[in-house]
């Protein structure tokens, strides 16, 4: 026997469920009720009448601002951490564990005393500290 040499069996007639004509069952909708009726969608927040989540949380005042807060060291610390003729950068300071991010910018302040001559590149440096560095005979290069 061969495929072709196969009887077909009858074959049972699809139903075309929601299509009149008494062809019976519900289409998948149950019996009855808000869902079961044409054009019927539910907004997805309601809660059958309670109050949603939505409602007991918090409102959220103010915003968050898009610009980066500088990342404040004191040369204090700077005098502590960098030998002599060191150059200090985000790189350098990110290798030492002084700030998390490099992308973040880096402001030195004039907190303490600085006796080293140290190089400052790619950071933000207050008055105060700059005319510290240079009395000290460091530079800073931005």
Do not use: W
């Amino acid at each position: 026997m061969q495929i072709h040499q196969l009887k077909i069996k009858s074959r049972k007639p699809k139903r075309r469920i929601g299509r009149g004509g008494k062809k019976g069952t519900y289409s998948g909708r149950g019996v009855k009720g808000q869902k079961s009726r044409s054009g019927a969608n539910i907004n997805p927040i309601f809660e059958g009448g309670r109050s949603t989540l939505i409602e007991h949380l918090p409102k959220l005042r103010g915003f968050k601002s898009i610009h980066p807060q500088n990342q404040i060291i004191g040369l204090d610390k700077i005098n502590k951490i960098f030998d002599e003729g060191a150059v200090v950068s985000p790189q350098a300071l990110r290798e030492k564990r002084i700030i998390r991010k490099i992308k973040v910018p880096v402001k030195i302040l004039g907190n303490g005393e600085i006796t080293k001559k140290i190089t400052f590149e790619k950071c933000l440096v207050s008055k105060s500290a700059k005319e510290k560095i240079e009395k000290a005979g460091g530079i800073v290069k931005n």
